[in-house]
């Protein structure tokens, strides 16, 4: 994680993803995906820019197209912050 990486709540990671928040709370109790976060506290936070990596290094179904689309989303949300 970057010092400017931009913390993202289960939610708003679920949203980036396409998937439910359940999804990302089932795969961090379970250790079943290797999706990187953090807790502050009591509070789970995910790096903007490891969902990025993650989803250009495990996505195999995601359209190329789609894919560029959501890279584009977290790049923008990740300068954003800056």
Partial sequence: MTQHSKLLTTDE????LKLHPDTLRHWR???SVDLPYIYIGRNVRYPAD???DYLTHN???????ELKRIRTEIQEE????E
Avoid: K
């Fill in 13 to 16: 990671a679920a949203a980036v």
């Fill in 29 to 31: 109790s379970t250790g």
């Fill in 50 to 52: 490891q969902l990025a």
């Fill in 59 to 65: 996505a195999r179904r995601i359209p190329p197209a």
């Fill in 78 to 81: 990740i300068r954003g912050e």
